[in-house]
């Protein structure tokens, strides 16, 4: 649903001229250095961005899923780090306090996520717990009014950075799966909580990833969100629905990125005395992804409108993620193609690094396989049976 398609055009406006003009020249820049100059942060922050799909009510701009899908196509249309410096407000680091915090709970966090004052991330996965997101072991136990958590968290964006943390943790002792699990919200700062030092990855540089570590960390009992202990899985899951959707978008936008350079780069070599663009076996990789890139953008906003209309989409989010990382990861590796070996060398051409950048995709929210299982299992139960 688009509710102010003027307003929505002008900040469509606003961000493609933001990500051509101040993050394409800086891109090798945010590689080397392994961070988003903090200059770039403000501009970030005060046009609004952080504050994206947060309601109007606590300072941000509450768009609905279709015009934030719409607006992820365009922030992705650069580098990784751009969008996931600001994503994780935009999306899992704030989507839980949205979705079941209490009044008292957003008024204290979500203004200042909007501004990108403060940095949220959402820390689920542990060592045990990856695939198996329920097989969560950091426990909190209650002590008077506080919890007292104890655990690792394994992969959490942003988390070096992050002055939020959103927590699944075990509240109720001997429960298995997702019963007894319940979500905290978690400031940094609080004695206890400490963030390990960031990954070497094999991609988005400027975008930090560490362990989070919970040892005897006391955490508030207003901080349990939504005040109800034993339905944090179902928080989370509210999270990643809309979540899916926001991240297929998020893969749709590099491809997009990727099919232009290869073209204008296919356009300019030449070989046997023309553009190689010229060769109708470098044409079909061009339709392939240009194809690929619409359907993503077709589903994803098909899906998007019906979240809007309060439908359940956990089939359709399912689908979009698994289909939109998955071409993603196909048009990269067709853009290297049309590279030629300038594809694999990063002195010759910013595709090698938007290669590694995007592998990431097909791994995190949900691995390919895991939303195979899940979209079968979905399809299944609505026909009655059951998938092993
Ligand atoms: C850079 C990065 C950033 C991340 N950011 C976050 C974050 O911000 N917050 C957060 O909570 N998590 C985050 N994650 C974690 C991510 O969501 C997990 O890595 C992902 O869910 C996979 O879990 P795993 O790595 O433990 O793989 P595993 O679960 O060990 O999977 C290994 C392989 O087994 C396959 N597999 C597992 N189970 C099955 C099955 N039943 N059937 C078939 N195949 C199966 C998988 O598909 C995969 O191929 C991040 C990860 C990375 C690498």
Redesign the pocket.
């Known amino acids: 649903m688009i509710k102010d398609q003027a307003q929505i055009n002008a900040l469509l406006a606003d961000i493609r001229r933001f990500v051509r003009e101040r993050w394409h020249p800086i891109e090798d820049e945010v590689e080397r250095l392994d961070q988003v100059p903090e200059a770039l942060v403000l501009e970030l922050r005060r046009k609004g961005y952080f504050g994206w799909s947060i309601p109007r009510i606590y300072g941000g701009l509450g768009l609905t899923t279709e015009e934030l899908v719409l607006c992820a196509f365009e922030l992705s249309q650069a580098s990784v780090a751009l969008r996931a410096r600001v994503g994780?407000n935009t999306g899992?680091g704030s989507e839980a306090l949205v979705a079941d915090g209490t009044e008292e709970q957003k008024q204290r966090w979500l203004p200042r996520m909007a501004t990108g004052e403060l940095t949220g991330?959402?820390?689920?996965?542990e060592?045990q717990?990856?695939?198996?997101?329920t097989n969560v072991q950091t426990s909190a136990r209650t002590e008077g009014d506080v919890y007292v958590l104890n655990g690792v968290?394994?992969?959490?964006?942003?988390?070096p950075l992050a002055d939020v943390f959103t927590v699944l943790a075990r509240t109720e002792d001997g429960t298995r799966g997702s019963a007894g699990l319940s979500a905290f919200v978690v400031e940094r700062g609080t004695p206890g909580l400490r963030t390990g030092e960031p990954?070497r990855?094999m991609g988005?540089a400027g975008?930090p990833?560490s362990d989070v570590y919970f040892e005897d960390c006391r955490v508030p009992r207003a901080d349990l969100i939504g005040g109800r202990e034993g339905v944090g899985f179902q928080t989370v899951m509210k999270v990643l629905n809309k979540q899916r959707l926001h991240l297929a978008a998020l893969c749709t936008g590099p491809a997009i990125r990727m099919l232009d350079l290869a073209i204008e780069h296919t356009q300019r070599r030449t070989q046997f005395g023309q553009a190689v663009g010229n060769f109708q076996l470098m044409q079909a990789m061009v339709a392939d992804s240009q194809t690929e890139i619409f359907a993503s953008r077709c589903m994803i906003v098909e899906a998007a409108r019906a979240r809007d209309r309060g439908e359940d989409v956990a089939l359709s989010a399912s689908m979009c993620k698994y289909f939109a990382s998955e071409m993603c990861g196909r048009v990269a590796d067709r853009c290297v193609q049309m590279f030629g070996g300038s594809g694999y060398v990063a002195d010759f051409s910013p595709i090698e690094r938007y290669y590694r950048d995007v592998r990431?995709f097909r791994?995190?929210?949900?691995?390919?396989?895991?939303h195979?299982?899940n979209i079968a299992k979905q399809l299944l139960r609505e026909r009655g049976q059951t998938a092993p």
Request: aromatic content about 8%; charged content about 15%.
């Open positions: 994780t899992i991330c959402l820390a689920l996965t060592p717990a990856g695939s198996e997101a968290k394994r992969f959490i964006t942003n988390a990954y990855k988005q975008s990833v990431l791994l995190y929210e949900g691995t390919s396989q895991i195979q299982l």
